[in-house]
């Protein structure tokens, strides 16, 4: 069984378009993050959920708006799509964060590549 | 703003040979992981340092956090083809509105040929 999984791998649309990607966890965590990678493989974090609360919203656009319906999944969708959103997307779970804390290791999916044309 | 600095970004060695990557900041950290990715999956943990002056051995490899918690380095004997990956480091700022955020490194692309 996959631990952190993430569909679909595959993502081309055109420019303007709205999309989702979703997101599931069977390790029992608490925490799930969504990642942005670019073209040059640069990790920046984009959202983080400690069972259901949002804790980390870096700066990201508001077209982009993360929704956890329960703390084993976390779904990223994207509102009027433009081609520097071209990336790939990486869900991440890890252990509960304790007192806010960063702890333990993050568990990656396999990434969502997302094109934008 | 870059808060991880890696070093070297692209790595190309012959199989047998050692190398050593790097990673620099300003920035105390209260931790700090390897990760390595391969092409079409995501990042898998190394290793977590978390004591300045900590070396940690894995196999081949070898770790060590430096003593005022700035920095890192990842060392491999003897690489093999099989080394051949991403290697991303990753630090955790547990203050103020930086707390539960790890930052990533922009990666040492390491390429081990036979």
């Known amino acids: 069984d996959t631990a952190v999984s993430q569909t679909p791998k595959y993502l081309v649309t055109q420019m303007g378009n709205d999309k989702s990607i979703k997101c599931e966890q069977n390790l029992g965590h608490d925490t799930m993050y969504w990642y942005k990678q670019d073209s040059k493989k640069f990790l920046k974090i984009m959202f983080s959920?400690?069972?259901?609360?949002?804790?980390i919203n870096e700066t990201v656009p508001n077209r982009f708006s993360p929704k956890s319906p329960d703390k084993a999944h976390l779904n990223l969708h994207i509102n009027s799509l433009e081609l520097g959103d071209s990336a790939v997307y990486f869900c991440?779970?890890?252990?509960?964060?304790?007192?806010?804390?960063?702890?333990?290791?993050?568990?990656f999916g396999e990434g969502s590549r997302l094109t934008v044309l | 703003t870059q808060l991880l600095e890696q070093s070297p970004q692209f790595l190309s060695i012959q199989e047998g040979e050692n190398l050593t990557v790097y990673c620099n900041s300003s920035s105390v950290f209260s931790s700090l992981q390897w990760y390595r990715q391969e092409p079409g999956e995501g990042p898998v943990l190394l290793v977590t340092?978390?004591?300045?002056?900590e070396v940690k051995k894995l196999k081949r490899l070898t770790f060590q956090f430096g003593d005022a918690r700035k920095d890192s380095s990842l060392h491999i004997t003897a690489a093999q083809p099989g080394d051949t990956g991403l290697y991303l480091c990753a630090g955790a700022v547990d203050r103020g509105s930086t707390l539960g955020r790890l930052y990533f490194g922009r990666g040492t692309q390491l390429t081990v040929w036979p």
């Open positions: 991440a779970s890890s252990q509960k964060l304790r007192d806010r804390l960063f702890s333990g290791e993050l568990f």
């Open positions: 959920y400690n069972n259901k609360e949002l804790i």
């Open positions: 340092v978390v004591t300045g002056g």
